[in-house]
T-cell receptor, first 115, second 115 residues
Framework: DQQVKQNSPSLSVQEGRISILNCDYTNSMFDYFLWYKKYPAEGPTFLISISSIKDKNEDGRFTVFLNKSAKHLSLHIVPSQPGDSAVYFCAASVGGAGNNRKLIWGLGTSLAVNP | DTAVSQTPKYLVTQMGNDKSIKCEQNLGHDTMYWYKQDSKKFLKIMFSYNNKELIINETVPNRFSPKSPDKAHLNLHINSLELGDSAVYFC??????????????FGPGTRLTVL
């Protein structure tokens, strides 16, 4: 049973426009959410995160929005650039205060930004 | 100066063989992980170690044995390889304490193919 879902396997956007990547989750115990970006033949790299006590976090062109009541988060990229073309993974963190916290991952959305 | 490195990058082997994948991080982190990304691109945690101590073991067959000689290394040994072990294996690290614990740094992955 997938607790973190990215229902769009792919997304194509024109350069300069906004990219919106969506993520839904089922476990209300998740308290921290992260977005990772992955290029082919490389490992995922951390992009941006948000705590469950916030509804928005912004870092340059990247903004993550969290709607706890809907169990939904989204990543906005404005303006989109060709170098943003990659697979974007949504991940949710669960566990206690100790070191047994773990990330639960979505299947990823492949973003293509066309020049 | 790679932060998290894995060797080898590619591994092709016959069923029944025993193989090892090595991982090293030079970030000074105290927690390391092994993930498996299967053919459906699902990224799933296998193990985590904190200060050389096993913290997470996610119902992985006991043919898989992680070994952490020190905080900077976490190796993965696989006995009696099966066809279903074919996947990309990612090593990652993070620093415990606070939210940075969730922000994991990944190696480039090891593509294992079992024939």
């Amino acid at each position: 049973d997938q607790q973190v879902k990215q229902n769009s396997p792919s997304l194509s956007v024109q350069e300069g426009r906004i990219s919106i990547l969506n993520c839904d989750y089922t476990n209300s115990m998740f308290d921290y959410f992260l977005w990772y970006k992955k290029y082919p033949a490389e490992g995922p790299t951390f992009l941006i995160s948000i705590s469950s006590i916030k509804d928005k976090n912004e870092d340059g062109r990247f903004t993550v929005f969290l709607n706890k009541s809907a169990k939904h988060l989204s990543l906005h990229i404005v303006p989109s650039q060709p170098g943003d073309s990659a697979v974007y993974f949504c991940a949710a963190s669960v566990g206690g205060a100790g070191n047994n916290r773990k990330l639960i991952w979505g299947l990823g959305t492949s973003l293509a930004v066309n020049p | 100066d790679t932060a998290v490195s894995q060797t080898p990058k590619y591994l092709v082997t016959q069923m029944g063989n025993d193989k090892s994948i090595k991982c090293e991080q030079n970030l000074g982190h105290d927690t390391m992980y092994w993930y498996k990304q299967d053919s459906k691109k699902f990224l799933k945690i296998m193990f985590s170690y904190n200060n050389k101590e096993l913290i997470i073991n996610e119902t992985v067959p006991n043919r898989f044995s992680p070994k952490s000689p020190d905080k900077a290394h976490l190796n993965l040994h696989i006995n009696s390889l099966e066809l279903g072990d074919s996947a990309v294996y990612f090593c990652a690290s993070s620093q415990s304490g606070g939210r940075s614990y969730n922000e994991q740094f990944f190696g480039p992955g090891t593509r294992l193919t079992v024939l």
